[in-house]
T-cell receptor, first 116, second 112 residues
Framework: DAGVIQSPRHEVTEMGQEVTLRCKPI?????LFWYRQTMMRGLELLIY????????DSGMPEDRFSAKMPNASFSTLKIQPSEPRDSAVYFC??????????????FGQGTRLTVV | QQPVQSPQAVILREGEDAVINCSSS?????VHWYRQKHGEAPVFLMI?????EQKGHEKISASFNEKKQQSSLYLTASQLSYSGTYFC?????????????FGQGTILTVHP
């Protein structure tokens, strides 16, 4: 398997523009996570899906952020409108799902977002 | 709720040992440890379960004190390749779907 695939790898956008980040999890994995990484806060969990259903979105910072998982092989994280403080590296990760030893998370390479 | 890691940074010489700690205010089902090299994605090191079962790395060990909701990662005889940021991730008890929350990370630098 190619692992978790994220696109784009880098995104530079102007404040106020819409940004869409994409993620393809590992085939057969039932859980998908979106994390945001900054120096100040480390890896923050934004939202967590299980079997395509959003289970916990308490980490989504504001209404400007939204995430979808229309099927088992694709998820998006959208920011509209974007602001400079959204600049960070956004990681998508997937795991087999709940179960004692099935929660190892595999990370994509991340999307480095810069909002100017 | 994010677990808390300490120390925030460690500087070692090759061959020295280090301990990284992780604590939570919540009852935990499992603790994960990941390492991230600069510019790369975090990579799984090991998982420790409530009850003592674990799966992970050959050269790095860890402990999990369920009563204190704490875990420690032990890096012995450190190598240059150990440099990176270490994250602990926790799954809280009662979280039926494996929600994995990470701490802020500990930056480990190993010098020759």
């Amino acid at each position: 398997d190619a692992g978790v695939i994220q696109s784009p790898r880098h995104e530079v956008t102007e404040m106020g523009q819409e940004v869409t980040l994409r993620c393809k999890p590992i085939s057969g994995h039932n859980s998908l996570f979106w994390y945001r990484q900054t120096m100040m806060r480390g890896l923050e969990l934004l939202i967590y899906f299980n079997n395509n259903v959003p289970i916990d979105d308490s980490g989504m910072p504001e209404d400007r952020f939204s995430a979808k998982m229309p099927n088992a092989s694709f998820s998006t994280l959208k920011i509209q409108p974007s602001e400079p403080r959204d600049s960070a590296v956004y990681f998508c990760a997937s795991s087999l799902g709940p179960g004692p030893l099935n929660t190892e998370a595999f990370f994509g390479q991340g999307t480095r977002l810069t909002v100017v | 709720q994010q677990p808390v890691q300490s120390p925030q940074a460690v500087i070692l010489r090759e061959g020295e040992d280090a301990v990284i700690n992780c604590s939570s205010s919540k009852a935990l089902y499992s603790v994960h440890w990941y390492r991230q090299k600069h510019g790369e994605a975090p990579v799984f090191l090991m998982i420790l379960l409530k009850g003592g079962e674990q799966k992970g790395h050959e050269k790095i060990s860890a402990s999990f004190n369920e009563k204190k909701q704490q875990s420690s990662l032990y890096l012995t005889a450190s190598q240059l390749s150990y440099s990176g940021t270490y994250f602990c991730g926790t799954v809280e008890s009662g979280t039926s779907y494996g929600k994995l929350t990470f701490g802020q990370g500990t930056i480990l630098t190993v010098h020759p």
